[in-house]
């Protein structure tokens, strides 16, 4: 059977990094499992100047947007009570991720989907929006309340966002 292990942890890091084409995090947050506290993996993030943090043991809501994204895949109404086999079971999420993060619209980003605010085309896609909102008013006035706009990009994503004076901003370099 098929279980965790460090060197296919390490491996997906590093794709994961190379893949993203983009400069490597500050930190890298992960639970306690066997993979993640690996030697092997840690001194993959410690050669890459990266912070390791772990969830504290039995405290689920350290991982927010994992826990978050756990809920929605277990709530979708098609998940199974049980999958047949492993490849049953991968065959499964490698099809709902593939449509939550490349066809579904996230309301917390702006109606857009997370592959395209990744990708950077989510401010293209967003001016398009723009200006086919803009020509529906000019061309059917009487049809709005007030002139439409698309909904905004938010500056940052949050799970349980702190109030306001909790947050702390960044000084300008």
Same mark, same amino acid.
């Given at each position: 059977?098929?279980?965790?292990?460090?060197?296919?942890?390490?491996?997906?890091?590093? /794709?994961?990094?190379?893949?993203?084409?983009?400069?490597? =995090?500050?930190?890298?947050?992960? /639970? @306690?499992? &066997?993979?993640?506290?690996?030697? #092997?993996?840690?001194?993959?993030?410690?050669?890459?100047?990266?912070?390791?943090?772990?969830?504290? #043991? *039995?405290?689920?809501? /350290?991982?927010?947007?994992?826990?978050?994204?756990?809920? $929605?895949?277990?709530?979708?109404?098609?998940?199974? /009570? @049980?999958?047949?086999?492993?490849? !049953?079971?991968?065959?499964?999420?490698?099809?709902?991720?593939?449509?939550?993060? $490349?066809?579904?619209?996230?309301?917390?980003?702006?109606?857009? &989907?997370?592959?395209?605010?990744?990708?950077?085309?989510?401010? &293209?896609?967003?001016?398009?929006?723009?200006?086919?909102?803009? !020509?529906?008013?000019? %061309?059917?006035?009487?049809?709005?309340?007030?002139?439409? &706009?698309?909904?905004?990009?938010?500056?940052?994503?949050?799970?349980?966002?702190? %109030?306001?004076?909790? *947050?702390?901003?960044? =000084?300008?370099?």
């Amino acid at each position: 059977m098929p279980r965790e292990s460090a060197a296919p942890a390490r491996e997906f890091i590093q /794709d994961a990094f190379r893949a993203n084409g983009r400069v490597v =995090p500050d930190v890298v947050h992960a /639970d @306690r499992g &066997t993979s993640m506290t690996s030697k #092997p993996v840690a001194q993959l993030l410690a050669d890459l100047n990266i912070v390791r943090s772990h969830s504290r #043991p *039995r405290v689920s809501n /350290d991982n927010p947007y994992s826990e978050a994204n756990f809920k $929605t895949l277990k709530y979708c109404p098609v998940f199974p /009570d @049980r999958f047949g086999s492993l490849a !049953d079971a991968r065959a499964f999420c490698r099809q709902f991720f593939t449509y939550y993060n $490349t066809v579904h619209r996230h309301g917390g980003i702006g109606l857009h &989907t997370p592959a395209s605010v990744h990708d950077g085309t989510a401010t &293209t896609i967003q001016a398009r929006r723009g200006e086919v909102l803009a !020509d529906a008013y000019a %061309a059917n006035p009487h049809r709005f309340r007030r002139r439409p &706009t698309p909904p905004q990009l938010p500056e940052a994503a949050w799970i349980n966002q702190p %109030a306001k004076e909790e *947050r702390q901003e960044e =000084p300008a370099a």
